[in-house]
T-cell receptor, first 111, second 116 residues
Framework: QKEVEQNSGPLSVPEGAIASLNCTYS??????FFWYRQYSGKSPELIMSIYSNGDKEDGRFTAQLNKASQYVSLLIRDSQPSDSATYLC???????????FGTGTRLTIIP | NAGVMQNPRHLVRRRGQEARLRCSPMKGHSHVYWYRQLPEEGLKFMVYLQKENIIDESGMPKERFSAEFPKEGPSILRIQQVVRGDSAAYFC??????????????FGPGTRLTVT
């Protein structure tokens, strides 16, 4: 059974520092990778998608993908208190539309 | 607002009643997905639909649950004879592309179902 693993946290990071969130997946057939942010009581919000090995940057966010190691990460630079949320990693196989989610990492930014 | 719309946002049902959850995809999107999030658990895929077709229902419980996406109108997730274990947040997502594409999925606000 396909698994997506995340450290549940909580991960505490001082304001202004870099937050690093990690995710591993078990299925080598996984082709697309997504990071969602979910505030308590709210719906998941897409932050980043990445499909190729390497880094992808968007503002303060950088997604990193290493398919050989089956590892995807999200870096948040200059962390802000508003970044405090649960971050969900999701993977999708080519030709299969469903997302498989990890259980999420709870991130707290300390002012 | 061109986002994914879901209603109702909160739904309370007594055990044995039926629950109907509605989802309208983003403008221009023709693919709809339903996910369930149980308290303190991750999001779990339930079903993937296109207009008038169920494409993948591998995550749907075998009994009491059904979904449709008619030619006209919203997608509907129906839960018959609800039980307390059905209490959860039900999220709908939509995407503009289907099989073979990267297909980013965008989520609606969710329906929080409480079974009493």
């Amino acid at each position: 059974q396909k698994e997506v693993e995340q450290n549940s946290g909580p991960l505490s990071v001082p304001e202004g520092a870099i937050a690093s969130l990690n995710c591993t997946y078990s299925d080598r057939g996984s082709q697309s990778f997504f990071w969602y942010r979910q505030y308590s009581g709210k719906s998941p919000e897409l932050i980043m998608s990445i499909y190729s090995n390497g880094d992808k940057e968007d503002g303060r966010f950088t997604a990193q993908l290493n398919k050989a190691s089956q590892y995807v990460s999200l870096l948040i630079r200059d962390s802000q208190p508003s970044d405090s949320a649960t971050y969900l990693c999701a993977v999708k196989d080519f030709g299969n539309e469903k997302l498989t989610f990890g259980t999420g990492t709870r991130l707290t930014i300390i002012p | 607002n061109a986002g994914v719309m879901q209603n109702p946002r909160h739904l309370v049902r007594r055990r044995g009643q039926e629950a109907r959850l509605r989802c309208s995809p983003m403008k221009g999107h023709s693919h709809v997905y339903w996910y369930r999030q149980l308290p303190e658990e991750g999001l779990k895929f339930m079903v993937y639909l296109q207009k008038e077709n169920i494409i993948d229902e591998s995550g749907m419980p075998k009994e009491r649950f059904s979904a449709e996406f008619p030619k006209e109108g919203p997608s509907i997730l129906r839960i018959q004879q609800v039980v307390r274990g059905d209490s959860a947040a039900y999220f709908c997502a939509s995407s503009p592309r289907g099989t073979g594409g990267a297909g980013e999925q965008y989520f609606g606000p969710g329906t929080r179902l409480t079974v009493t």
